[in-house]
Structures are given as structure tokens and as C-alpha cells.
């Protein structure tokens, strides 16, 4: 996808809600991104990005909060950057920060990145009758 979206167009916005409540027994991690197709030169493009502050909000005060944002407006929910495009189908994060001046590794360099795995039917992984396992799988 990341590699059909640099052929064809240009990421313009990307709203970064993480975790927070928008569904009534549900908290999936959600972003909204805005495309635009077309040609672009991709090195000068630059990528709004709005990053929700805490995940104790209600969709009414999300929607009013990023509205203002968008506008320029400032907004106490959401803190606002412009970000240089993605440039290469890598993997990419709405998470940017500077970098400190020491020498460093990132983490991706060294470890597998990303969110754990999510079924919604969390009773399937729990046993209460751990008494047909080997001691290895009590363990």
C-alpha cells in the first residue's frame, strides 16, 4: 500500500488517535490520512500531522479540537506538526521527534517494532484448568 500510495499521490494529513475510546467496548488504534493523487515532487512535500495529546477524550471534543487544528487555530487535544513526506515504501510512523545530539541506535535497527496481537476474544488465551498441562507449559 505505502508503495502504491508514493506512485500515485501525496499523504496531505494524517490525524493519529492512538488508543482513544471512540467505540463502545472497543479501542483500536486509529489513524485518518488524507491522499491526494497526482504527481508530486515528493522531496518538497510536507505532511500535516496531528497527534492526540491524551486518549481521555469524547468524539464531540475530538472532532472540535482537530477542526481547530486544522485551522491554525491551536488546540489544547492535539499537538500539531508539519513532517517531511515519506519518501521510500520503508515503514513509516506518525512519530517524529529530534533526535538527541549523543551517539545513539534506534530501536527498529535492533528489534522487531509494532503492536502486539489483538483478537477482541481475549477469554480465548486464558485457561482457568491449568491441571492438563505438562509442567513445561505451567512454566
Known sequence: MRETILLNGKIELIIDLDETKLFSHENPEVIIFKFRKGKFDLGNEKITLLRIKTRKSNPEEILEQATKSLKN????????KEIPHYNTSDAWSSFFFDLPSFEFVKLNKIAKVGVGFVSGFDRAFIIEDISCLSDKEKN
Do not use: A, N
Not at 73 to 80: I, K, N, T, V, W
Open 73 to 80: 487555530e491551536g488546540s489544547h487535544l492535539f499537538e500539531r
